[in-house]
T-cell receptor, first 113, second 113 residues
């Protein structure tokens, strides 16, 4: 079945280490997004990509980096520069066609200790 | 304002109707969405409405849109315990030819048996 897969579901890292979160989709969607979710703050946009080899910063890009070398993959790296990285991270994708909504993965909960 | 606003909590009795309200930011947003999030999971699209509509009904769900006031609501008829979740409204904004989804803070719906 088509969908968006985020892995791992839970991730623990020591403070000061970089960590990469995986997001893969087999929906043939062009656009992909990364959001961060904190309690009571909803979803905030980190980075988004409309097409392969292109991406833009969202509202809270500092301390994060992404790449979009393949259409189906949009990994997010949380660097040591991110001051408060513990959060729930959600990846989404959207087709360029008539269907307009964003489809979400199941999320990765990152805990930095 | 710059934020999509929702009240944080709503509690209803099983069998009653629930109404979740949202105020969005951009009167030119063409699509508005309602998503549902169960604990520890990603977001699932419930319904959406195009900006030239003022109402959309889909089984137990009714969406009302007031473009003048930038107000969106979701009514769930005959609310069940399985409806307990966080509900997010979102608007699709176009910025420099790209689409971004802006989410509200989410409303946590608790259904009492």
């Amino acid at each position: 079945d088509g969908g968006i897969t985020q892995s791992p579901k839970y991730l623990f890292r020591k403070e000061g280490q970089n960590v990469t979160l995986s997001c893969e989709q087999n929906l043939n969607h062009d656009a992909m997004y990364w959001y961060r979710q904190d309690p009571g703050q909803g979803l905030r946009l980190i980075y988004y990509s409309q097409i392969v080899n292109d991406f833009q910063k969202g509202d809270i890009a500092e301390g994060y980096s992404v790449s979009r070398e393949k259409k189906e993959s949009f990994p997010l790296t949380v660097t040591s520069a991110q001051k408060n990285p513990t959060a729930f991270y959600l990846c989404a994708s959207r087709s360029q066609g008539a269907r307009t909504e964003a489809f979400f993965g199941q999320g990765t909960r990152l805990t930095v200790v | 304002g710059e934020d999509v606003e929702q009240s944080l909590f709503l509690s209803v009795r099983e069998g009653d109707s629930s109404v979740i309200n949202c105020t969005y930011t951009d009167s030119s947003s063409t699509y508005l969405y309602w998503y549902k999030q169960e604990p520890g999971a990603g977001l699932q699209l419930l319904t959406y409405i195009f900006s030239n509509m003022d109402m959309k009904q889909d089984q137990r769900l009714t969406v009302l849109l007031n473009k003048k006031d930038k107000h969106l609501s979701l009514r769930i008829a005959d609310t069940q315990t399985g409806d307990s979740a966080i509900y997010f409204c979102a608007e699709r904004k176009t910025t420099s030819g790209t689409y971004k989804y802006i989410f509200g803070t989410g409303t946590r719906l608790k259904v009492l048996a």
